[in-house]
């Protein structure tokens, strides 16, 4: 992977753009991908975006409380200074490394990235002229327009935008019911705890956990490594579990990049790699699921589709399985075809190293207040993200109910509509911006390559530059670990344009 | 050539169908025995071709249903085409007509956590707006009439 290499790719991806007679440049342009000034040598994200400022400001005069400093609230917070002449926003956000770049917990759980790469203070972010509370919203009260915080503080709004994101709920799991929940930041040692030492498990999803998560891993490629002819191989065991998850490639980006590494170390041999995936398909698109598929089939993973982790043994090195299967039920005259009954049983899988991607859910103080919905999250318009109940209340990023994947790549988009429509809300104006569902995964398939899933509302394809979708390539990886974050951190939080 | 048919009778208050057990036979033309091929192997090309047919809904009105005109009727089967997963689906039906209407609506298990049973609540919605299309209303002769001269008088002041 040197610059010869670099340059052959960059080559051949010009020679494909060239068919479709667009340059580089304006392929990235297209796709908004202003961080990636390393392929187009722009040399700054403002200049690119600065035609996204609006020509006026609104003169509205209202208060905005966002609860929730992450990517979805910061972001939303500075955008919405760039459109509102004197705005009164205030940051409710307890957690100090809430603007974390969670994107970069899969590199880091493959030693990749150091922790401290996707370690961001929220004071960093949070714009100038926004207020913060550093506290924890423990009660919505929407019918008063308040909220109130753990310290006591009572919050009132005149409109509020919830981007709390979603807890992992680790504790579901028996066995691991010490675990509690956990944020992808803060302080996390129960759950640490819970996993233990010299037990095989770990888990990305939570910033410490993702580089415990390579110290494990090293651990089991070492005893990969070891593994002599005619003797059992080490069995790797990737989990994804029955709701939505931050990013649902990840379990599988954790996983290939796990192949990556045995191979980089040639123990690939002595591992077996099985991923057992609740659903029944690799992806929602079936063009991309295809493609996995085959790609599955090349690196000589074992899959296992409806089976969701529900019981971990740490002493036996057991993980428990919910499976689940059809069967033909009896004959229906009014149809004329067969029933089709869905069972179930518990099936035991013993394991060697076990990666565990946990349910998530709504945080309590959400999902059981009166914006929380029957699934816990935030149920809005999916295309104008504003409370189905309450007008003046919206939801961005992983906590609103919305169909779609739960990635950056969704908020991206979601926040610019958020803005539009609340400062239309202000105006008294109708709702005229719409999340049309776009989101993107960028898809780790090895060290080296990514496929870059683009996808909407229409659940096929939606590749922003014109290459063929299903591709694994270079260009991706370039883009995925050099030039995401700055386009996240800068161009999201920073600027509120990218 | 002779075409033989299923009807269920629609139950607008209640959002059900009735299914009629007796069958019936449509004699088809020259023509149309042509178009019927042409037509069989897209199934609801089949149905609205027969749906938008004058001569089809005149049979059913003074042959089949004489006694039910002003109701909304629906064609269960053509032949051994059956259509009958439209207005009897169930969540758990077999998985031919599932996997029929997840294609039909561009219905995928985008998000891998979603189940059978939340797939077959989004076709069923899904499906309560596609049944209305199929619905076939057995008007009075009369009111089609009206309409025809209120347009043509349109036309007449447009010119």
Known sequence: ?498 | MQVRFEFAIYDEELDTFELDENVYSFELNEEQVETYKLFKEVDLHLYNWFKDSKIFNNWIKEKVYPDKIGQKIVICDIEDISFRRYYFFKVTSADAHYEYFKKLFNIFHELDWQDREEVGANILEHLVIKRQELIIELKEEQAEENTIASNADTIEIVE
């Open chain 1, 1 to 498: 992977m040197d610059y010869k290499y670099l340059n052959n790719m960059l080559a051949e991806m010009d020679k494909d753009l060239s068919e479709k007679g667009m340059s580089r440049r304006d392929a990235m342009k297209l796709a908004g991908i202003s961080g990636a000034g390393l392929f187009m040598g722009a040399s700054n994200v403002q200049a690119m975006e600065k035609d996204q400022l609006p020509l006026k400001k609104s003169g509205v005069d209202a208060k905005i409380v966002i609860v929730g400093g992450g990517l979805a609230g910061i972001s939303t917070a500075k955008r919405l200074t760039n459109f509102i002449e004197n705005p009164d926003i205030t940051i409710i956000e307890p957690e100090k490394l809430s603007a974390s770049y969670q994107p970069g917990q899969t590199l880091v759980g493959a030693g990749i990235w150091d922790i401290d790469d996707i370690k961001e203070n929220r004071e960093d972010y949070v714009p100038d002229g926004v207020k913060l509370i550093p506290e924890k919203v423990i009660d919505f009260d929407p019918t008063n327009n308040q909220v109130t915080t753990d310290k006591g503080q009572v919050v009132s709004y005149d409109y509020l935008v919830v981007a709390t994101g979603i807890q992992h709920d680790y504790e579901r799991l028996e066995g691991l019911e010490e675990a509690g929940r956990a944020y992808s930041t803060g302080d996390n040692t129960r759950l640490h705890k819970a996993m233990g030492d010299d037990t095989g498990l770990c888990s990305i999803w939570t910033a410490e956990g993702s580089a415990k998560t390579w110290d494990v891993m090293q651990e089991y490629i070492e005893k990969a490594k070891n593994v002599k002819e005619g003797e059992e191989k080490i069995k790797f065991l990737f989990t994804h579990p029955a709701t939505p998850i931050k990013c649902g490639g990840a379990p599988k980006k954790i996983m290939y990049l796990t192949n990556s590494r045995l191979k980089e170390a040639g123990a690939r041999e002595g591992a077996e790699l099985h991923f057992y995936p609740n659903g029944g398909a690799m992806f929602g698109v079936p063009e991309y699921h295809d493609a996995i598929m085959e790609q599955f089939k090349r690196e000589d993973f074992k899959w296992h589709f409806r089976h969701n982790l529900v019981r971990v043994d740490k002493e036996r090195k057991i993980a428990t399985f919910d499976a689940k299967w059809q069967e033909k039920g009896p004959y229906d005259p009014i149809m004329r075809d067969f029933e089709v009954y869905s069972k179930h049983e518990r099936k035991e899988v013993p394991y060697d190293f076990l990666h565990i991607t946990p349910d998530a859910v709504a945080p309590r103080e959400v999902a059981e207040s009166d914006l929380g919905g029957a699934s816990g999250f935030v149920p809005v318009n999916k295309e104008t993200l504003q409370h189905v109940k309450y007008m003046n209340v919206f939801a961005v990023g992983d906590v609103a109910s919305v169909p779609m994947a739960k990635t950056g790549g969704s908020v991206r988009k979601q926040y610019k509509v958020l803005v539009d429509n609340i400062v239309s809300q202000m105006e008294g104006k109708k709702l005229e911006a719409k999340y049309a569902g776009y989101t993107v995964c960028p898809l780790i398939t090895s060290i080296g390559t990514v496929m870059l899933a683009e996808f909407d509302w229409t659940v096929k394809p939606t590749p922003l530059v014109p290459l063929d979708p299903t591709v694994e390539r270079w260009i991706w990886w370039l883009m995925k670990v050099y030039a995401l974050k700055p386009m996240t951190m800068i161009g999201m939080m920073k600027l509120g344009q990218a």
